[in-house]
């Protein structure tokens, strides 16, 4: 069993002007190729690892060397990622809408608090809306390719929403603006996905 690249199911032009083709295509063709790659070169050269599932992998992660964990970090990320896009416009289910709201006070504060926390990530990582096994709204912010669904999170639980701050992710069309990224993925956000994360 080895782990393969999920296609998008848009072109890459789709999410211009907000993500531009080329980063696309390189994002997705190259890093997250790499990510598989390298992942599969990791759990074929390490038995135990064999046969396990991503999840498993990631609910396990302390346990594996640091090439796995960049690696399946890496892998589910950029899955995830790639469904959370959407070339046309979608909102929020009521559910997730109402939950939002009583949490953050707005939609509009809580994509302030979502920028905020995804600027001030130093360095390479994502920024994830999660709801925590309490059912508690929370967000949070990874370095590298961690997650919260690794063991190892400082806040665990199931990842409702997420956005890549690499620079991979935006330097083509955004150089240094990583805010500007920020804000302009509110624009190809599929919000009917983050919605189904949430579970309504
Ligand atoms: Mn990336």
Redesign the pocket.
Known sequence: MSFTLPAIPFAPAALEPHIDAKTMEI?HGK??QAYITNLNNAVAATPALQGQSLEDLLATISQHAPVVRNNAG?HW??SF?WNLLSPTPTTPSAALSDAIASTFGSLEAFKKAFEKEGLARFGSGWVWLVKTPEGKLVITSTPNQDNPLMDSAPVKGTPILGN?V?E??YYLHYQNRRADYLKAFWNVLNWHQASAHFGA
Request: net charge negative; hydrophobic share 25%.
């Open positions: 994002h890093h997250h890496g990320n950029h990622f890549d690499w991979h992710a």
